[in-house]
């Protein structure tokens, strides 16, 4: 059974860092690009960063570029998302989705997640 779990979230205040968590069962990395996705209240869920079954390529939302970094431990099965100069506005509940993509050195924020996980909340306040 394919299976996703986050962890990681936690209050921090503007500025600080985070290191989020996306262990994969059922599956391995190879098989699927993963992505990042938030929810803040009241908006729309949206794609932050991915990373292509191929391990390659990888790509950002302009709202996160230069301040976030994802990768991945084949070893563990895990995919990471590494947070820096965290802002308020990055306040969300944070998913991590498994893709199938044909092309293994391909991903886009915008993939439309095929399996979920059930998120973890990150809170940027002083």
């Known amino acids: 059974q394919l299976q996703l779990v986050e962890s990681g979230g936690d209050l921090v205040q503007p500025g600080g860092s985070l290191r989020l968590s996306c262990a994969a069962s059922?599956?391995?990395?190879?098989?699927?690009?993963i992505g990042w996705y938030r929810q803040a209240p009241g908006k729309e869920r949206e794609g932050v960063s991915c990373?292509?079954?191929?391990?390659?390529?990888?790509n950002y939302a302009d709202s996160v570029k230069g301040r976030f970094t994802i990768s991945r431990d084949t070893a563990k099965n895990t995919v990471y998302l590494q947070m820096n100069s965290l802002k308020s506005e990055d306040t969300a509940v944070y998913y991590c989705?498994?893709?199938?993509?044909?092309?293994?050195?391909?991903?886009?924020?915008?993939?439309?997640?095929?399996?979920w996980g059930q998120g973890t909340q990150v809170t940027v306040s002083s």
């Open positions: 990373i292509s079954s191929g391990g390659s390529t990888t």
């Open positions: 989705a498994a893709n199938y993509v044909r092309l293994r050195n391909w991903c886009g924020v915008k993939m439309r997640g095929d399996h």
């Open positions: 059922g599956f391995t990395l190879d098989s699927y690009a």
